[in-house]
């Protein structure tokens, strides 16, 4: 009697670039996908095909093949072909949350309108597990989530099958695919293979699964062919077989037959970073920095400046860009994909990865540039003034601080006062005169070029009040009476303001907290080390020892009655190459500047960086004193909220002896902020697209990598990453574009309190952020903003001079987005809670009324009134419909 049933399911994992570029991947889909409807419409034994849960090859298919949109419809409602919920398998801790949502919400979309969306969380390939997928999953409606990567063996507890819990209490039933997503690739009946290969495995995952007899077998790989033969090898097994009951199979039928059957009590919590049994690649996060930092600008752009100001512009009466969004997040998702956002390809795709998120930033640029010269002519005709500055606020929460903002002056004077005339405080940063070159006049003697006047461009500091959700109107009187504040150079070396004071002592930065009473000496220093690695993975030279920076080389002070910045040059004598650090020989000198400021009111440190690297083969980073002595956990922010991570992982001390497929080391992602705190002090650092940190409980250092600087895709055995290289193993691929040579910008800034508060640092993110955005109405430059040059329709005749679309009430919520519904004209606001306790929001908006909470797919519906209450660690989101005649 057979007391196993194997669940065999055929599929093909797609990866939409790698060592090949997106056009190979294309043109192979094309045949593949030509060949798997002939083979299941030929085959009614073929019960079913799982096309890698990406949606993305939907469209990509069926631009080349618009013909063949019914075929493929009929197999994927059918069941019989796979597809959904994702759009492309995005790295989950590479990306921003809601580039996981919107990538589920399209993936989703795509996949029901062609007959069906898989109900499984499928990530059988990306590089560890963000914490908040299966509620993002439930938030889809989806039951199901099937894995490889991140799990202990010693968490599945002799079980396969699991509950895979978020820490807002959300849940999933979960498979952890032990062995991969390949195991039955080659499947065959042949005595030899089922001997040696099969029956092994299969034994092996039976001894992991003591709640059931339900085996689960993937049998598939990277861009493989449809395995014509095996509803015929599936016959033939089951005639030699007297243990296992073979089925040719799907993961929907397998996850609900063996729940139906089974009883699953584990349940796994928080992020899966586990490299026991399949590698994380955990430095992956730090390859390629250029890609990360586009990528990071690219969904700031998007999420916290377009589509909320688009928001407001569609209340307002204007076109909401929906259709070039599509495009911009689409482009987006196949950067995402685990192997585009981790950098770890050929030359060729990397290039294209950053020219496609150089797209997105200029279409998002340019959207932002024609909605907000289309509502400043409106708000110009309005209070009948020409010389404006609108800025747009982009939070539901007013704001009163500093914001800066780039102003054109014929003038090297000039003042900004409100509408009623009163001058505001400002600090001019930088000014420089500009040439206007020359203008075509046609006369009737033919062409004759004009010299155009010159003006100033001045990046400035203003001190302003905002109100939330919308944009206040100021205006820039020029004339000679006016003295704004320059940036004028100081003697002493030292800069402060009400939080903080640094300055250099004997060669040395010291750090004092103003209000904490205390001084972190030699505060900040960079560490450079030997990377003998690969595109993949760090890995330490042999013998090779860090070099840390010592004495600064200069420092240079300036302040204005704003804000107070110091600059000041490291440098770091270095070997070349690997040749040259395994030589002991050290020819280059990579130099540092970095430049420090401190704005009035901030309680944190802005901290830019700017390097040549000359270098090839190593890894720089930051060391942040963090002031506390031996910590055991960091924190780092994920999704909706912190979490925390241990400093020593108890895993490092046998994971050779264990055979893990690589060390557990605790270098950690982070989304925003990372940071370590204990009973007197908080200290943290919030990075623009930096994405890895590590917390050395030696010297309570905060270390930021800031990047690496590898020439080889793959490489065999690491020190790390013992064995074959990863990627391509059997061709040694060079990527000299990854040494990241050239010129590079880092920013973040660093925080410290004398207490810990979620709410806090989020807010601490926030103000680093910005979340604003500036337009001046003015004919004098047509190149900053690119489209100004050119004539446009403006559909709103007239708007007020200040707005604001909505209000929440409650400080310690934060926003995640606002922007239009995916299927209607409602809007859809996200917050989130990440503190303790429940926290109840009020929103008060004169444009819009709130209809009900939804969920993360927009399709559930729950009638609320204007007050919500959000979970601990939890999120809401709710749909918003325009009031009408409210202006």
Not at 780 to 808: T, W
Request: charged share 25%; net charge negative; glycine share 6%.
């Amino acid at each position: 009697m057979k007391t196993k049933k194997v669940y065999v399911v055929p599929h093909s994992h797609w990866d939409r670039e790698w060592y090949f570029t997106i056009e190979d991947s294309n043109l192979l889909l094309v045949e593949n996908m030509d060949r798997l409807l002939d083979v299941m419409e030929k085959d009614p034994d073929y019960t079913g095909y799982v096309f890698d849960a990406q949606s993305s090859i939907l469209d990509e298919y069926l631009k080349i093949r618009p013909e063949e949109k019914q075929r493929l419809s009929a197999l994927i409602k059918a069941k019989r072909i796979f597809v959904g919920p994702w759009y492309t398998q995005a790295d989950s801790l590479l990306v921003n949350r809601e580039s996981l949502i919107r990538n589920l919400l399209y993936g989703t979309r795509i996949a029901e309108k062609m007959g069906h969306s898989m109900n499984i969380g499928y990530l059988p390939d990306i590089f560890g597990q963000n914490t908040y997928l299966p509620s993002i999953f439930k938030g889809f409606d989806i039951d199901y989530s099937v894995l490889q990567r991140g799990i202990y063996t010693d968490q599945l507890k002799e079980d396969l099958n699991f509950i895979w819990q978020s820490p807002d209490g959300q849940s999933v039933k979960a498979n952890n695919i032990y062995f991969g997503y390949g195991p039955g690739k080659f499947l065959s009946s042949d005595d030899d293979y089922m001997d040696e290969r099969l029956l092994p495995i299969l034994e092996k995952i039976s001894t992991m699964n003591k709640s059931t007899d339900h085996l689960l077998l993937p049998a598939g790989g990277d861009q493989v062919l449809v395995r014509e033969h095996f509803p015929e090898t599936v016959k033939q097994l089951n005639q030699k077989d007297s243990t296992h009951e073979y089925l040719l199979s799907d993961y929907e039928t397998f996850m609900e037959e063996t729940f139906a059957e089974g009883h699953f009590e584990n349940v796994i919590e928080g992020e899966l970073l586990a490299p026991q049994k399949s590698r994380i690649h955990n430095t992956i996060r730090s390859q390629r920095y250029d890609i990360k930092k586009l990528n990071a600008i690219a969904e700031e752009k998007i999420i916290y400046h377009l589509e909320p100001l688009a928001s407001i512009a569609c209340t307002l009466g204007f076109h909401y860009p929906d259709k070039w969004l599509d495009e911009m997040w689409k482009m987006l998702f196949d950067v995402h994909a685990h192997d585009s956002i981790g950098g770890c390809n050929s030359d060729d795709t990397n290039k294209e990865i950053v020219n496609r998120l150089k797209k997105v930033i200029r279409l998002a640029d340019g959207c932002m540039n024609l909605l907000k010269k289309q509502m400043t002519e409106a708000i110009s005709n309005s209070v009948k003034k020409d010389t404006l500055l609108v800025l747009f606020h982009l939070l539901p929460v007013g704001f009163k601080g500093l914001k800066k903002a780039v102003l054109f002056t014929k003038e090297k004077e000039f003042s900004v006062t409100n509408l009623d005339g009163k001058e505001i405080n400002l600090d001019i940063m930088k000014q420089e005169y500009m040439s206007g070159g020359k203008t075509i006049v046609v006369t009737a003697d033919g062409e004759k070029e004009v010299d155009a006047p010159g003006y100033y461009r001045s990046e400035v500091l203003l001190e302003v009040t905002l109100p939330s959700m919308g944009y206040e109107t100021y205006e820039i009187v020029q004339t000679s009476e006016s003295n704004p504040t320059k940036l004028k150079e100081l003697e002493k070396k030292e800069i402060a303001n009400e939080h903080f004071r640094i300055y250099e002592e004997q060669g040395v930065l010291q750090l004092n907290l103003t209000k904490m009473n205390n001084t972190i000496s030699d505060f900040l220093r960079f560490e450079n080390t030997g990377d003998a690695g690969d595109s993949y993975d760090y890995s330490p030279l042999p013998g090779d020892e860090p070099v840390f920076t010592s004495k600064l080389l200069s420092v240079k002070t300036e302040a204005g009655s704003q804000t107070e910045r110091m600059e000041v040059t490291h440098s770091l004598n270095l070997p070349h190459d690997l040749e040259e650090r395994k030589e002991n020989k050290a020819s280059k000198d990579l130099i540092i500047k970095t430049l420090f400021e401190l704005r009035k009111g901030e309680s944190f440190v802005r901290v830019q960086h700017d390097i040549n690297n000359e270098i090839k083969d190593h890894r720089l980073r930051v060391m942040i004193q963090t002031s506390i002595n031996h910590p055991d956990n960091s924190f780092g922010d994920q999704g909706f909220s912190m979490i925390q991570r241990p400093t020593v992982n108890p895993y490092m001390t046998e994971w050779k002896e264990q055979g893990f497929a690589e060390a557990p080391m605790p270098i950690y992602p982070l989304e925003n902020i990372a940071g370590a705190a204990n009973e007197n002090v908080t200290a943290a650092v919030a990075t623009k697209g930096i994405k890895e940190y590590q917390l050395l409980r030696e010297t309570g250092e905060l270390a930021l990598t800031l990047f690496r600087s590898v020439g080889l895709l793959g490489r065999d055995n690491l020190a790390w990453r013992p064995g074959r290289a990863s990627g391509i193993n059997n061709k040694v691929v060079t990527t000299p574009d990854a040494q990241m040579l050239g010129e590079m910008t880092f920013e973040y800034a660093i925080y410290f309190s004398p207490t810990y508060s979620e709410q806090d640092l989020y807010s601490f993110v926030n103000q680093f952020n910005e979340h604003t955005a500036t337009y001046q109405k003015q004919v004098l430059n047509s190149f900053e903003e690119r489209l100004d040059r050119f004539e446009i329709p403006f559909p709103v005749d007239m708007l007020p001079s200040s707005f604001q679309l909505l209000e929440a009430n409650n400080s310690e919520v934060f926003f995640s987005s606002l922007k239009k519904a995916h299927d209607d004209h409602s809007l859809i606001l996200r917050l989130f809670n990440p503190g303790l306790k429940d926290q109840r929001v009020e929103l008060t908006s004169k444009a819009l009324q709130l209809m009900e909470q939804t969920a993360l797919n927009e399709k559930s519906q729950a009638l609320t009134n204007q007050s919500v209450i959000i979970e601990p660690k939890g999120y809401v989101t709710l749909r918003l419909k325009g009031k009408e005649n409210y202006l």
